[in-house]
């Protein structure tokens, strides 16, 4: 998938990357089946005809029954096949839209990812697909159906009477003005519970997440709460949707109706004056009646589709976001030098890198240091392209990174952050995330560089416990010691580290500490400080304030200047 999903056809179901053949077979079902429904109503319309050919005999009226009862049982038979074709068809390619889009998601900058509400896309990808999903198997293969046959009865009309089949016809326009009406209606209320959705969702991420400490600190469950408010609203607002349209509807069927009551005012004034038959016009009502019937059908198959183009927003939406480009011709980086050049970065508008450039030599440590808010985890994130620069360039061994594959980038660039992600697999295949071809000794190696390997040793099962939060009891400490083997194993020339121990117990840090201090050796390391101590020794610091570096130096350098980074170290020492 090399750009944004498109929505080419009105029902999205270019998503899927090709239409199931089976979707058309089930719409010539549908049609045909329509027809076949239609044939009992055409053989009442000829039953007159036939009769007075012979004399008033009943001959005809059973050759016309068996012929009824042949179409009712041939049209059942058809409306069968149409069904399993639709469901068939329409489940396989929403399946395959669902596999497309998480493939899409995959491709779109992370940032762009990380910065959408918690369970947003899981949501999407889960809820909002069934719930497209199911009316699009039940209602895409009515919609031929249900315009095939009114048109049909609507055709034998006009054989009957031209004239009655025109006033009927006339209001049709009419009562069709309130359909765009349902449209709006239908958007807004959509709208309300996409929403609603939202919030409930993200509501019940933040409480399961934060439960521990929601037990401590909320203790009258004000959140709980809240997400009971939220999942009542979400209540209010799909009853709402469900209700939504009905004045456009009844609108349509109130005009629907007046269009019968005008063709039977004017059948009576036609039969008064001699112009119209009395049988003829037995027949006309009878057709009138079906027809306004498979009309009236017709408009609220016409609403719940409209639902399923409002249910699919979000998702074309998403699909339309653009992934990071991609390079064919992937150029391999020489070392691991870094450089800013004159880098620029907005997120939603706002600057957040302002024309930053600095270069960082091949096997140094350089330390980001400045307030919260300064930009230092996004230009870190901008050398782990987690987002493209806007403007500049940024290049690792002479190389811009927009001219990295993403294989050439994921071997070229590794990350420690202080938020560790353990997956639920054993710790051995956590460790080898990063090189999955690693073998068992190099596995332990790492761990034992990384300062983790007896601590994996002392568990049940070793290297090949299946991690798991609540059965696994490793600290914080262990954990990023079991990210630094993880770092370690991969063993990429450029390490990106959001400064690990700022988080971790003090027994811990001595050993994290001894684990970074080998993983650093020899790489090109560029720190996100919090704590100034720490990087004392570091090649270069960048002191980083509103997205601009506004000091650079060693340590005594910027000690010695008196500058921001000496009052940051003096309020630091407590001085």
Request: glycine share 8%.
């Amino acid at each position: 998938m090399k750009g944004p999903l498109t929505m080419r056809m009105p029902l999205g179901f270019d998503l899927a990357g090709a239409v199931d053949r089976r979707l058309w077979w089930g719409l010539l079902w549908g049609a045909l089946g329509a027809v076949a429904d239609a044939v009992p109503w055409a053989l009442l319309v000829a039953l007159p005809l036939l009769m007075q050919e012979d004399g008033g005999g009943m001959s005809p009226v059973w050759l016309l029954a068996g012929l009824g009862a042949a179409g009712f049982v041939l049209g059942s038979g058809l409306k069968a096949l149409a069904l399993n074709a639709n469901f068939s068809s329409t489940y396989t390619m929403v399946a395959q839209a669902r596999l497309r889009l998480a493939d899409h998601v995959a491709r779109l900058p992370l940032g762009r990812v990380l910065s959408w509400r918690d369970g947003a896309i899981s949501d999407l990808l889960s809820s909002k697909f069934s719930l497209y999903q199911d009316i699009m198997t039940h209602v895409w293969g009515l919609v031929v159906a249900g315009l095939t046959f009114p048109v049909l009865l609507w055709a034998m009309l006009l054989l009957l009477d031209w004239r009655l089949a025109l006033v009927y016809l006339a209001f049709v326009p009419v009562a069709m003005l309130a359909i765009p009406w349902s449209y709006r209606l239908l958007d807004a209320a959509a709208a309300r519970v996409s929403a609603e959705r939202d919030l409930a969702v993200a509501g019940v991420v933040e409480v399961v997440g934060g439960a521990r400490d929601l037990a401590f600190f909320d203790p009258q469950d004000r959140r709980r709460q809240a997400v009971h408010q939220h999942f009542d609203a979400l209540s209010r607002a799909s009853l709402a949707t469900e209700v939504a349209p009905a004045p456009a509807l009844a609108s349509y069927a109130l005009v629907l109706n007046v269009g019968v009551v005008a063709v039977m005012l004017l059948a009576d004034h036609w039969l008064g004056d001699g112009s119209l038959a009395p049988m003829v016009l037995c027949l006309a009502l009878f057709l009138v009646l079906r027809l306004n019937g498979a009309v009236a059908e017709f408009g609220l198959f016409l609403a719940e589709l409209r639902f399923a183009r409002a249910v699919l927003s979000d998702i074309r939406a998403l699909a339309n976001e653009p992934p990071l480009p991609q390079t064919k011709a992937a150029v391999q980086p020489v070392g691991g030098e870094i450089q800013f050049e004159d880098v620029s970065f907005a997120y939603d508008g706002q600057a957040v890198i302002r024309g930053l450039s600095a270069r960082l030599p091949a096997g140094t440590v350089t330390a980001l240091v400045g307030p919260s808010g300064a930009g230092k985890s996004t230009l870190a994130h901008l050398v782990g392209r987690l987002w493209d620069v806007q403007a500049g360039a940024i290049r690792i061994g002479g190389v811009d990174l927009r001219q990295m594959d993403e294989a050439t980038l994921n071997r070229t660039v590794s990350m420690v952050l202080q938020d560790v992600t353990l997956f639920p697999m054993t710790l051995a295949d956590n460790i080898r995330l990063g090189r999955p071809e690693a073998s068992d000794d190099e596995v332990m190696a790492a761990a034992e560089a990384a300062c983790i390997h007896q601590r994996i040793m002392d568990l049940p099962s070793g290297y090949q416990t299946v991690f798991d939060p609540e059965a696994v009891r490793l600290s914080g400490g262990e954990q990023q010691r079991v990210a630094i083997a993880r770092a370690l194993l991969k063993d990429a020339p450029v390490l990106i580290l959001d400064e690990a121990t700022a988080s971790i117990d003090l027994d811990s840090e001595a050993l994290v500490q001894q684990a970074l201090s080998r993983l650093c050796a020899g790489r090109t390391v560029l720190v996100i400080a919090h704590r100034l101590w720490t990087i004392r020794h570091a090649d270069l610091i960048l002191v980083m304030q509103d997205g601009a570096v506004i000091e650079r130096g060693t340590h005594p350098e910027l000690i010695d200047s008196r500058g921001t980074y000496a009052r940051l170290w003096q309020a630091q020492q407590g001085r």
